[in-house]
């Protein structure tokens, strides 16, 4: 019998920023750094803001926080 996939890991709906993880992170950045948020497999995502970033494209739905992200 074959066997089924395994479902395909997404990301958390929402990021809890006073999360011990997230805080963890966030005191780990180095200065330019940022944390957005935690990906599929619950890690912190780290961007940084330095150098010729000259804009960042957001593409999720309405209501996704993309005003608070700003």
Same mark, same amino acid.
């Given at each position: ?5 395994k479902p395909k890991p997404?990301? %958390?709906e929402k990021a809890d920023f006073f999360? !011990? &993880? ?5 005191? +780990?950045?180095? %200065? ?6 935690? !990906? &599929? ?5 780290? +961007? ?17 926080? +993309?005003?608070?992200?700003?």
């Amino acid at each position: 019998m074959p066997q089924k996939p395994k479902p395909k890991p997404e990301p %958390p709906e929402k990021a809890d920023f006073f999360s !011990d &993880e997230v805080q963890n992170a966030i005191a +780990k950045c180095a %200065p330019g750094q940022i944390v957005l948020g935690m !990906d &599929e497999r619950n890690r912190p995502v780290i +961007k940084e803001m330095t150098g010729e970033t000259a804009m960042w494209a957001l593409s999720v739905g309405s209501g996704r926080g +993309k005003s608070s992200f700003l």
